[in-house]
């Protein structure tokens, strides 16, 4: 079903399937190299540390690697990002205009 919205959106705005999956490709990199860490965490750390242990772990690897891929490989989504934070954060210094 994405993937056919994707094509009827980019159709519409004029652009090839190609140019409409681009701006996920950088975090599905990310996705994917999460989910590598995550599944060498789980198979380097032995059950017998715990499950609390190896749940801590597997979150700590996945989250570090994911925000390093991603701000890597797209930084300017990341930046929005955070300034949206920002701007909900403290609605008073918003640079949107009202």
Not at 58 to 73: D, E, F, H, P
Not at 83 to 97: E, N, Q, T, W, Y
Request: charged share 15%.
């Amino acid at each position: 079903m994405y993937l056919i919205s994707t094509r009827l959106t980019s159709a519409a705005l004029g652009l090839s399937l190609f140019e409409g999956l681009r701006p996920l490709a950088g975090p599905l990199l990310s996705g994917v190299l999460m989910l590598a860490g995550v599944w060498l965490v789980k198979h380097q750390l032995a059950p017998d540390h715990g499950l609390v242990l190896l749940l801590i772990a597997k979150v700590l690897v996945g989250g570090i690697v994911y925000a390093i891929t991603v701000r890597l490989s797209v930084p300017a989504a990341v930046r929005d990002g955070l300034m949206m934070i920002g701007d909900l954060a403290h609605p008073s210094r918003s640079r949107v205009s009202r």
